[in-house]
């Protein structure tokens, strides 16, 4: 019997969504948040075929990382535990994240422990911590911020000496995402408010980035953002420097009621090199 055209197509649509689906780097947006929400046990190969896709945004791979963050079953964990082992970049250490913060909660039956110490990724009697420590900043001898907003800069001069910015921020495709992200911050706010951001960076902290002191029992000190209260915690630090310490070694915690950032002065820049920077950033 002849199958009319319409019916012909409707078919072919078919076949072309169950392949879709089965082949989950080819998922639609609308599917891949389908199953992102309903993250069902049977779908952590797939969740991990996206993890790997290159062809994929880095959002996506991210949100296939999570996806196997939230199924509480040993195939994910053991698949999670794979990516911080074997992945590369930002998946790498989104997996190496999840597996740290519950391997003793949701995976806790799975022996996640045993297994990042046989594979090298945290053992926590051997982790070296490396001291870090945000000198304090003394009151500016700079001008006020409103006369160095009169100076005209030198957007490329203010380039090679904003070279330090990268350590900690991210500018377009450069830097570090430690501290905020400066693209199009400058084109964003009053010459003033950008100037004082870098002569006094404490006096406003962006939510979310307030930093907090790690004093451990041997008396190493660490300052930098916590970014798992777990066992280990997890701490960033300038030039996004992290380190895993171990709870146990841990004597205390305060918060350290100043910025992250180096001031201007502490960074080396003259009244002019502000000015400089700040010409620069505009055109970020």
């Keep these: 019997m002849k199958v009319p055209g319409h019916q012909r197509s409707s078919h072919a649509y078919k076949r072309k969504i169950r392949l879709t ?17 309903l993250t069902p046990a049977d779908a952590a190969g797939a969740f991990r075929t996206r993890a790997l896709a290159t062809t994929l945004s880095g959002t996506d791979r991210l949100a296939a990382v999570t996806a196997l963050g939230f199924i509480p079953t040993k195939e994910s964990a053991a698949t999670v535990l794979d990516l911080a082992q074997s992945a590369k970049g930002k998946v790498r250490a989104h997996a190496l994240w999840w ?3 519950y391997k003793d909660s949701r995976w806790k039956e799975f022996g996640l422990n045993a297994e990042l110490k046989s594979r090298g990724l ?5 982790v070296g911590i490396a001291p870090m420590i945000i ?14 907003a009169l100076l005209k800069g ?4 203010g380039a090679n000496v904003g070279q330090a910015c990268f350590l900690c921020h ?20 009053t010459a ?14 962006a939510h979310g980035y307030e930093g907090t002191i790690i004093t451990l029992n041997d008396g190493t000190v660490v300052h930098g953002l916590v970014l798992s209260d777990g066992d280990p915690l997890i701490v960033e ?18 918060r350290l009621g100043r910025s992250l950032m180096l001031s201007g002065e502490q960074l080396g820049l003259s009244t002019q090199d502000v000015a400089d920077v700040l010409a620069w950033l505009k055109t970020q």
């Excluded at 000198?135 to 160095?148: D, S, Y």
Aim: aromatic share 6%; no cysteine; charged share 25%.
């Design 192 to 205: 003033e408010v950008v100037i004082n951001s870098i002569v006094n960076p404490s006096a406003d902290i």
């Design 237 to 254: 630090s300038t030039g996004a420097l992290k380190q895993l310490i171990p709870a146990s070694r841990v004597k205390s915690r305060e």
């Design 135 to 148: 000198p304090p900043q003394e009151p500016t001898k700079l001008p006020p911020v409103a006369e160095i």
């Design 21 to 37: 689906e089965r082949d989950a780097t080819r998922w639609t947006s609308a599917y891949a948040n389908l199953v992102w929400k």
């Design 170 to 189: 991210r500018i377009g495709d450069q830097g570090v995402d430690y501290a905020p992200a400066l693209s199009g911050f400058a084109g964003r706010q």
């Design 99 to 101: 597996v740290l913060n």
């Design 154 to 157: 030198d957007a490329k001069h």
């Design 122 to 126: 945290y053992d926590p009697e051997k």
